[in-house]
T-cell receptor, first 109, second 120 residues
Framework: GQNIDQPTEMTATEGAIVQINCTYQ??????LFWYQQHAGEAPTFLSY??LDGLEEKGRFSSFLSRSKGYSYLLLKELQMKDSASYLC??????????WGAGTKLIIKP | GAVVSQHPSWVICKSGTSVKIECRSL??????MFWYRQFPKQSLMLMAT?????????EQGVEKDKFLINHASLTLSTLTVTSAHPEDSSFYIC????????????????FGPGTRLTVT
């Protein structure tokens, strides 16, 4: 079966750095996405990785290792507004998105 | 650009009644729209894919007679939850894409703000 695993919840301090991990087992791979979702709102696109390595975009970076079925989202200089759920999703061999359950990130002052 | 709206943003209905949720692409033509359901602390679950002018394709386990989807134009898709029950209470999210190529779908999905349905 297809599976996306990410921690349920993480807590970090304002101004700090946090890494949210995602491991996946899917039938085929056509890219991995990270989305941010605030409570009661729809997901918003953060990043897309299809090749191994690190993609940096401002305070957010995303890393992919296809051989390990592993990705992480790195958030730097955390702000209170970064409190949200972060969803990992993989595009499988049929280009269908398989979603993880999301990691709820709590930022403390 | 690429804005998707949903209406209503939240709705409370009585068990046994039907509820219609609208999904509109405001500044682009959405060839394909997707309907998702999300229960608290769970992942997004794709319910169905709809293409303008044709019947929706439902995912396994989703009752097509209960969740009626109509994609009548390139800017509007509707989801009607018929004979709603408390277990249908959930967060329903639509997304839209301009492409017909499945390779484009996952990269260019634009999400609506979601509709919170509560069935009492």
């Amino acid at each position: 079966g297809q599976n996306i695993d990410q921690p349920t919840e993480m807590t970090a301090t304002e101004g700090a750095i946090v890494q949210i991990n995602c491991t996946y087992q899917t039938s085929g791979f056509n890219g991995l996405f990270w989305y941010q979702q605030h409570a009661g709102e729809a997901p918003t696109f953060l990043s897309y990785n299809v090749l191994d390595g690190l993609e940096e975009k401002g305070r957010f970076s995303s890393f992919l290792s296809r051989s390990k079925g592993y990705s992480y989202l790195l958030l730097k200089e955390l702000q209170m507004k970064d409190s949200a759920s972060y969803l990992c999703a993989v595009s499988d061999s049929n280009y269908q998105l398989i979603w993880g359950a999301g990691t709820k990130l709590i930022i403390k002052p | 650009g690429a804005v998707v709206s949903q209406h209503p943003s939240w709705v409370i209905c009585k068990s046994g009644t039907s509820v219609k949720i609208e999904c509109r692409s405001l500044d682009f033509q959405a060839t394909t729209m997707f309907w998702y359901r999300q229960f608290p602390k769970q992942s997004l679950m794709l319910m169905a894919t709809s293409n303008e002018g044709s019947k929706a394709t439902y995912e396994q386990g989703v009752e097509k007679d209960k969740f009626l989807i109509n994609h009548a134009s390139l800017t509007l898709s509707t989801l009607t939850v018929t004979s709603a029950h408390p277990e249908d209470s959930s967060f329903y999210i639509c997304s839209a894409t301009t492409g017909t190529d499945r390779r484009v779908f996952s990269y260019e999905q634009y999400f609506g703000p979601g509709t919170r349905l509560t069935v009492t």
